[in-house]
């Protein structure tokens, strides 16, 4: 049996994210305004030799000699395409960098929850999404929130804001796009903020290995400068497949599947730290002249890993965030869930330390010891 990598998270450098939250019950000092500037998108040029350094995360032994390559043939597109399309709905929350919930908008939050003295963190989301299912390499989805009501009001339920996003084509809007035929999927998309800064959307998109209908996104915004990554925020989005492609023409009401999740517990962060062994993986890697923004994601060599709690924000749902650095300078974005005792299922990105992307993956983990 060939030997296995082992990756080792190592507390990261200043700056790069913050501290763990265990849990967060607490109202979270930032909160949402309608009229916030949304992030600008920004070109994505080949990364320059000034662009210096990355900052922060990962550790990455995986030997590059005995991986698959990426496939160029792009042979599970179609699959992927019958399974990602359709109408996702379910519920989206924002976290700050330390996993705490933000609260909706006073302005959006209808009078009977303030008279009750409840807060409302989460958003009833929907997310149309559209992959061209004849092998064109095409892909539109739509982030939808829906103003928050009070009871079973499904008819008066109203789009708070739409966001579209679309990779490939002439209105692409992603750097890099990795998929998998189930449906799960990792895109990077460059942005810029209100204040002028580099900002990265990582999203994680991981269909639950024991229910095809269901599925977690997370997007981990991460602000760059000076060569520097800073987790700003996390969101999260839990979703289940609720027919055919519709636009987001119906809207799910009382009849949606998911549940509100912002105060619900955190992952045990003890279920998470310790040693881990990789039981399958597929990945995409990347060479500095690549250009291609569609990777499918191709089995590899399994691996070995040990996280430790510096860098980890425990989130509900099962899941985590987490970024690490390796004495190489690579930084490394993960999501994990948490699928039961033992068992997860873990999205990662990573960079060199000239900021350019080196690999993006998805893998199931086995615990093998909490011993650090």
């Known amino acids: 049996m060939a030997s296995l990598a082992a990756h080792v998270f190592t507390p990261p450098k200043a700056p790069i994210t913050s501290p763990a939250a265990v849990s ?25 030799a000034s662009d210096s350094a990355a900052g922060p995360i990962v550790t990455d032994s995986h030997p590059l000699g005995t991986a ?43 009078g009977a929850f303030r008279e009750w003295g409840v807060q409302v963190f989460d958003w009833q989301t929907q997310c149309p999404t559209l992959a061209d299912e004849h092998g064109g390499l095409l892909l539109t989805y739509k982030m939808i929130k829906l103003l928050p009501t009070v009871g079973c009001e499904a008819d008066a ?6 966001e579209e996003r679309v990779v490939g084509g002439e209105d692409n809007q992603v750097s890099a796009f990795a998929y ?31 229910d095809k209908e269901a599925r977690i996104r997370v997007i981990q915004v991460v602000l760059v400068e000076e060569g ?3 987790l700003e925020k996390i969101r999260v989005f839990s979703e289940h497949w609720d027919g055919p492609f519709r636009n987001g023409e119906l809207l799910g009401g009382c009849a949606i599947r998911d549940s509100a999740f912002a105060t619900t517990a955190v992952v045990d962060v003890s279920e998470v730290v310790g040693v881990w062994q990789g039981t399958s993986l597929a990945i995409a890697r990347f060479q500095s002249e690549h250009k291609d923004i569609f990777h499918e994601l191709v089995v590899d060599l399994p691996f070995k890993t040990i996280r430790e709690v510096h860098g980890l924000v425990a989130l509900p749902k099962q899941l985590w965030s987490l970024s690490g650095e390796n004495k190489d300078g690579e930084t490394r974005w993960e999501v994990g869930w948490l699928l039961d005792h033992g068992n997860a299922i873990t999205s990662r990105c990573v960079f060199l ?20």
């Open 24 to 48: 967060s019950s607490k109202t979270p000092r930032l909160r949402y305004h309608r009229n916030y500037p949304p992030h600008r998108l920004l070109s994505f040029p080949s990364p320059s």
């Open 157 to 162: 339920a109203t789009r708070y804001s739409v």
């Open 228 to 230: 520097a990554m800073w």
């Open 180 to 210: 998998d035929s189930s449906g799960s999927f990792i895109a990077v998309c460059p942005m810029e903020s209100p204040g002028g800064q580099k900002v990265l959307e990582l999203e994680h998109c991981l269909v639950d290995p024991r």
């Open 68 to 110: 698959a390559a990426t496939s160029t043939a792009l042979s599970n597109w179609v699959e992927f395409a019958r399974r990602v399309s359709g109408e996702w709905d379910g519920f989206g929350v924002e976290f700050t960098s330390e996993g705490a919930p933000v609260e909706l908008p006073e302005n959006v939050v209808p």
């Open 353 to 372: 330390n000239n900021g350019m992307l080196k690999e993006i993956a998805i893998g199931r983990e086995a615990a093998v010891s909490k011993e650090i």
